[in-house]
């Protein structure tokens, strides 16, 4: 993302901010100082790094925009790594892979990890060691009181297990301290299936995954529109059904795992699945290095996926219902499914998929994409991710969506302590206990 870029924007332009003040931070003094001005002049606080998840314009707020606080530092021997607030994946993995180490990134090297790690965080090693917020042992952030504050489960219990899951409701995140893992490399790639045999594929993947171990990450992704610059020609102006596949196991047993996958008939265009350093794993999801675009995200939660679901997602997704938006699954359960060793309240734990269509603002597009998750119901858990939400989430009753009902009053609660004026608004907002506008 280039740093000569308008900081009041983010990569996704479903919101443009009007702020009454920009602060290009390059530190964590700069950080308290958005905030105290904010706290000065009785303004929202905002903050933006690369602008993938945007929620509310910060229109007459202090935005802090964090591009240029990117530093990484990794202890080997810990098996850590100290991430800045505007940090990128794609940097963390420049100091992580040397060491044989991989951090629990999202799926693209250019998501911020900061946003990622405070939604959730789920991605490629997810179903076996846990959502990225499960393993965060430390947070440097300032909060509303304009104090900057270290926080651990020791220090503050509380305020720790808000944040990890609570995004940016309880103050802005300087840096913060994750754990690595003995991860150097990856059974992974992509098999691109033409377009007509995606019932195939999508019925053999909702078999397929019941037997899979939590070594191996999977998404299916339903891509509409493949005429893309970097588009590999085999796939160039077709839609087609893209499975990726992330097995952090021996290479041999990856390949054995995916046999049945690869037998279907008709065959796949490409397969790019292959042994790999840890350090491409970005190439997995091959998610364009974009230019700025404009996205309506929304996404659920899915305690199972039949056969009856299977059909139902292909009758609504059809290419002769309408307006086309590519559609992610992706299979979550295994380590996701368990508590933290330290808890959080990051919720979702008893999703077995989700679902997550990415749609352009016509309203043809917006209503077909509507119609898919009113029809994906019976399925549903009733809840969402923070990760995956878009703009039109932003309502109390969305995002209480992403929580367990006792998580979301007791995160009000904190909030009422910690922010009672509600200064951290630009956001999927958790309004503070006894604020119910």
């Known amino acids: 993302m280039s740093t000569d870029m308008d900081p009041r924007l983010g990569l996704n332009r479903a919101v443009e901010s009007h702020p009454a003040h920009v602060v290009e931070a390059a530190g964590d003094q700069d950080m308290v100082a958005a905030v105290r001005l904010a ?24 935005l802090v925009n964090t591009r240029r606080m990117d ?36 799926a693209s090297p250019d998501v911020g990890v900061i946003g990622y790690l405070t939604g959730g965080g789920a991605g490629l090693l997810g179903r076996r060691y846990g959502f990225a917020a499960d393993h965060v042992r430390r947070l440097r952030l300032v909060t509303a009181d304009g104090r900057f504050r270290e926080v651990t489960a020791d220090t503050d219990p509380d305020l720790f297990w808000a944040v990890r899951g609570g ?21 992974g790639g992509g098999l691109y299936f033409p377009a007509e045999a995606t019932a195939e594929v999508l019925h053999a993947y909702a078999e397929w995954v019941r037997q899979l171990p939590e070594t191996m990450a999977t998404s299916v992704l339903l891509a509409r529109d493949t005429d893309l610059p970097d588009a590999p020609e085999p796939l160039r102006g077709r839609s087609v059904t893209h499975l990726r596949i992330a097995y952090s196991g021996d290479p041999a047993d990856g390949e054995r795992l995916v046999r049945p996958m690869r037998a279907l008939r008709p065959a796949a265009l490409l397969d790019t699945v292959r042994d790999m350093p840890y350090a491409d794993s970005g190439t ?24 009856d679901t299977v059909d139902t997602l292909l009758a609504l997704t059809a290419p002769d219902t309408g307006g086309a938006f590519p559609t992610e699954l992706r299979h979550f359960g295994g380590a996701y499914a368990r508590p933290p060793k330290v808890p959080n309240c990051v919720g979702g734990r008893d ?7 990415r ?50 009053d007791r995160l009000r609660t904190l909030k009422a302590q910690h922010d009672p004026d509600n200064m951290f608004r630009i956001n999927f907002n958790i309004p503070p206990k006894g604020d119910d506008r």
């Open 39 to 62: 706290a000065d002049e009785r303004r929202a606080v905002g903050v933006l790094a690369t602008g993938h998840g945007p929620s509310l314009a910060a229109d007459g707020a202090v």
């Open 71 to 106: 530093g990484v530092r990794v202890d080997a021997e810990r098996a850590t790594a100290w991430i800045e607030a505007g940090a990128r994946w794609r940097e963390v993995l420049a100091h992580t892979t040397p060491h044989g180490l991989a951090p629990l990134n999202g």
């Open 167 to 187: 995004k940016d409701n309880f103050g802005l995140v300087v840096s913060a301290e994750v754990d690595l893992f003995p991860v150097a490399r990856l059974y």
């Open 284 to 307: 997995i999801h091959h998610d364009p290095v974009s230019a700025p675009y404009v996205a309506y995200d929304r996404n659920v939660l899915l305690g199972e996926l039949t056969a």
């Open 351 to 357: 999703a077995a998929f989700s679902l997550f269509p």
């Open 359 to 408: 749609a352009t603002p016509e309203p043809g597009i917006l209503r077909r994409r509507d119609d898919l998750l009113a029809g994906l119901r019976p399925w549903s858990t009733g809840g969402i991710s923070l990760n995956f939400a878009g703009v039109e989430d932003t309502a109390p009753d969305r995002v209480r969506a992403a929580y367990t009902p006792a998580d979301f």
